[in-house]
């Protein structure tokens, strides 16, 4: 499932934006008791578990650079779900190391730790538990965990010192999105998995050590899988005219995310996806070569691609996400050809260049603003001139017409008709074909007579001369004069047969 980081961000903040101003008389009017002791001490407000330890469950104190590891003879284990959230006071933090579980949302928002030293014996790291601690500049996780949880450290823009230990087998969802000053990321030896955009949007990285993780390498200042089927981070210095592997088949979310010098991107056919975000905020790029064979453009994935001008997609793409292609400023060319089948919502969203597009048949759904829509003043408005081209009864018209944009639409039935007088043709050359051979064959059985004809004469002719012959030394009779007379007779006919067929054939 797809979060949006920066609504996450604003709803979470709304939600625990007041567990730090709790005044503490309103906090332990209402909590439980075990015995006679109240269940805070003036800096913190504790829990007590089934297991017979204390949980603390909120900070009410101003300034807090420590936790104590016991409360009254009770070990103190675990931190509770936004228990520091937005407890912007805290620059420093040290936990005992008898804490074992910290859940999700502990430290959420403290945007003034800068520090903090995490229990030896954690085993337990909830999701989003350092979410936008905008100050913290470096953390070590021990070697008691095994994954990093998704959207954790997530939003500290001033992280730049991370060490995982080496039994790390997975970086989850947006564990380190948008930490923009790590510069220098070791692989754990035992990695397998990295999560989508757990890597996004670092502006900074130059350098990724691979040499320890059996699962991965580097190259061409690229990480990718040891197989080389997936692209999941590139270095910011990555430049110029960037050639993708043939062989890649998926480029994972934010994987070249704020590489801005790439110029010119060429993909290889054997690309299916492009993830979440895979090339957002690559501010140079101008031309993208797509090769058929890619299905899917993922949310996000060029967004703020302030110098793309024209976009020819393939012939294979069947999905554009959630503002794949939007604030795009310069992009004024866009062809989408048949097979196209779902255009999400704001995938065009402030592409104010763009005035025309055409919509392919095959379309069947277009979300909400996803053409011919951009902001003004924080007010949506139409871009002006825009217009689409459109199929009656698609999509694409249903689209324009809800949106109150300008289109022109094709009769779907036209292609029908030119499809008819394909066919029809088609017929008539069958036809005039078909005449010709008639026509043939009638002249090819005359032809035939004649030849038999011809053989006739010859032998006629062939006993006259014979006769003739007898004649002439005197051995001719009454019945070779009849003999002869028919003969002539024969010959005759013979010579006007042959006349005919000469004749016929200068005719042919």
Known sequence: MRIDVKKA????AAGFMTLCSIPLGAAADNLPSAGDDP???GSFVYELTPENTYKIVQCTATIVDSVPSMRNGTVITAIGEGAFANCTGITKLTLPDSITTIEPNAFYGCTSLKSVTLPKKLSTLGEQAFFSCSGLESIKLPATLNEVPAYSFALCDNLENVELPDNITKI?????????KISSFRLPASLKEIGNNAMGCWFSITDIDASAAV??????????DKDKHFIYRASKDISGDIVIPNGINTIKSGAFSTCANIQNLFLPSSLVYIDDEAFRNCSSIKKIDFADGLKSIGFGSFMFDMELETVDLPASLELIDELAFAYCMKLNKLIMPEGIKTINKEAFLGCEALKQVSIPKSVSKIGEDAFGITYENEQKKTVDGFSLSVFSGSAGEKYSKANKLEFTAKDVN???????????????????????LMK??????PMNARKAAKAAAKKAKEKAEEAEYKKIIGEEDDDDDEDEDEDENTNDEDTDDDSDEESEEDDE
């Open 39 to 41: 269940l805070t001490d």
């Open 215 to 224: 699962d991965f390498v580097y190259e061409n200042d690229m990480l990718m």
């Open 9 to 12: 961000a604003a709803v979470l």
């Open 414 to 436: 036209i292609a029908k008709i030119a499809f008819i007088a394909a066919m029809v043709g088609i017929i008539i050359i069958v036809i005039v074909f078909a005449l010709v």
């Open 172 to 180: 989850n969802d947006y564990a380190f999105y948008q930490c923009g």
């Open 440 to 445: 043939r064959s009638k002249k090819t059985a």
